[in-house]
């Protein structure tokens, strides 16, 4: 058995030397110089195709270049069509499409060029594209067709730069190829690729230990992973993405880090703990591995039964004024026959701008069968002019926060509402100027008693406030121009400008900037 491989080896290294000298003949380009780029490389390179797939070589180096079909290394695998392709190392991948006028051509193609120096030529795919982008070994760049030709195969071609050309490499250097000895690949014989780069996938099933679990408690949720390579494959992070009922999500995280040999498989263990009663469905897996980020889609479902507890009633104001105090009152029933304690009420939503809000307060016990009402008065002052919605109704119960109800109110809150539209900063003589347009967005007048500024003074031992105390009328949509000096002698040392925000009578309140999110810092006065 030996002896017959050595004879095929012997024999078509010699029908590729002959081919090779009358590639040369006709003008083609012969083997690169014995300093050519590093040899080593394609030894470490991935078949293209699926892990565990084999395909047959169909037609060898020579023969493409007797009947003048490649000027590389080139050979034709059996494949049939749609079978996945993907790139053998990292490097650039240029897609492309064979336009010549002849009986066969490359048809959609694609090249990806390893290391500036060797270039992998893969023809025939089903698909057109067009482009170019960087790609990762093992990352999926198209699929087999039969594109340029009568018959569908795989046309695998690699060429070596030698200045700006791409030739044909040196045979006699290419002792091992896509991980194989290149004696391997001789017409007939089918090549099996069990030398994939790590590739996460998911080993089966997202499972929930339980399909129905009582309210407040947790749920161990189990994603199998399988890293298909035979590379190594570091995994950081697994996020699941839970479908809450009336169309809320919950995201379960786990990122304690996971080593995966290749072909190891692991399994990841989140524990979720779902707010709030009702049907409950997994979304999709999100993983992080040490050189991408990749998403899987999942499904499974649960239910989660309705607590004790249930909302009698949310009692809210339908209006108020800019600055009045939001109260609000929550009637709990407590449908149990045992007493239910809570720790705190909450009632959330959202604000004009698209913010969250919250307000809280102190809790009790619930006598079974009976209801209680709590009132929230943890200052709430609503500044922004809009529609105030109330989304949900929670309680506090042993560390959790579980959802009560998700009622559709609404606070409307009218009154005057400052935002600086521009905000610039300028050295001065005897400090920093800051330059303020000031707009009422509002419905109601209103007559400042002064526009204040501060923020932290240059050495970060103290505070500055500087006030403008002209008072300017300001109706709804009106802005005005003002200039605020800050004192300081040392102008190479600016400080920090942290808000602005403006006084009538004891009451203040915050200007947003509209350059920047209500809960981000100011920028420095250096800018």
């Known amino acids: 058995m030996a002896n017959k491989s050595l ?37 470490r390179w991935a078949l293209p195709w699926p892990c565990n797939e084999s395909h047959r070589v169909t037609w060898d180096p020579a023969g493409h270049w007797t009947h003048y079909k490649a000027t590389g290394i080139a050979f034709d695998f059996s494949m049939r069509e749609g079978t996945p392709l993907f790139a053998p190392a990292d490097g650039v991948a240029y897609f492309l499409r064979d336009e010549r006028d002849l009986d066969t051509n490359l048809g959609n193609y ?53 200045g700006n050309r791409w030739v044909r490499p040196d045979l006699d250097r290419l002792e091992t190829f ?3 000895p290149i004696s391997a690949f001789v017409e007939n014989n089918s090549i099996l690729n069990d030398g994939c780069p790590a590739e996460l996938l998911l080993d ?17 949720i189990t994603v199998p992973v399988h890293n298909a390579g035979l590379e190594p494959l570091w995994l950081d992070k697994v996020q699941v993405t839970l479908a809450a009922p009336g169309g809320a999500t919950q995201v379960v995280e786990a990122d304690a880090g996971w080593s995966l040999p290749g072909k190891a498989t692991e399994t990841i263990y989140l524990t979720a703990s779902p707010y709030m009663a009702g049907d409950w469905a997994v979304q999709g897996v999100w993983c992080q591995t040490d050189g991408a980020t990749l998403d899987f889609y999942g499904e499974a479902a649960f239910y989660v039964q309705p ?24 009637e709990v029933e407590n449908r149990d026959s045992v007493p239910v304690s809570v720790d705190n009420l909450h009632v959330g939503g959202t604000r004009p701008d ?35 919605q109330i989304d949900a109704v929670g309680y506090e119960q042993e560390g959790k926060l579980l959802l009560l109800e998700r009622p559709a109110q609404q606070v409307e809150v009218v009154g005057p509402e400052l935002v600086a539209e521009q905000l610039a900063v300028y050295p001065s003589q005897s400090g920093w100027s800051v330059f303020l347009a000031v707009k009422n967005v509002g419905t109601d007048l209103v007559i400042p008693d002064a526009i204040e500024i501060w923020g932290w003074n240059p050495d970060g031992e103290g505070y500055f406030t500087v006030r403008q105390k002209r008072k300017m009328p300001l109706a709804p949509g009106v802005c005005a121009f003002m200039r605020l000096d800050v004192p300081w002698l040392q102008q190479d040392r600016p400080g920090e400008l942290v808000e602005i925000g403006y006084w009538v009578g004891s009451q203040y309140y915050r200007i947003d900037t509209l350059k920047q999110s209500p809960n981000s810092a100011l920028p420095d006065l250096a800018e």
């Not at 809790?363 to 709430?380: N, S």
């Open 204 to 220: 089966g099933d997202i499972y929930v230990e339980r399909e129905t679990l009582p309210l407040g408690d947790d749920l161990t």
């Open 354 to 388: 698209g913010n969250p809000w919250v307000s809280t307060g102190e809790g009790g016990t619930i006598p079974p069968g009976e209801t209680r009402q709590f009132t929230l008065q943890d200052a709430v002052l609503p500044a922004k002019v809009g529609t105030w």
């Open 7 to 43: 004879s095929v080896r012997m024999l078509w290294i010699v029908w590729l030397t002959l081919a090779g000298l009358i590639f040369a003949l006709v003008g083609g380009v012969g083997p690169v110089a014995a300093d050519a780029p590093d040899y080593a490389l394609p030894a």
């Open 110 to 162: 694609v090249e990806i060029v390893i290391e500036d120096e060797w270039l992998v030529r893969l023809a025939h795919l089903r698909d057109r594209q067009a482009g170019e982008r960087p790609v990762r070994a093992g990352e999926l760049i198209g699929y087999s067709g039969g594109s340029g030709v009568s018959q569908e195969h795989l046309h695998l071609e690699l060429l070596v730069r030698n």
């Open 178 to 180: 896509f991980r194989l």
């Open 307 to 330: 607590g004790p507890l249930a909302l009698g009633a949310l009692v809210a104001p339908e209006a108020l004024a800019v600055g009045e105090r939001l109260d609000l009152v929550v």
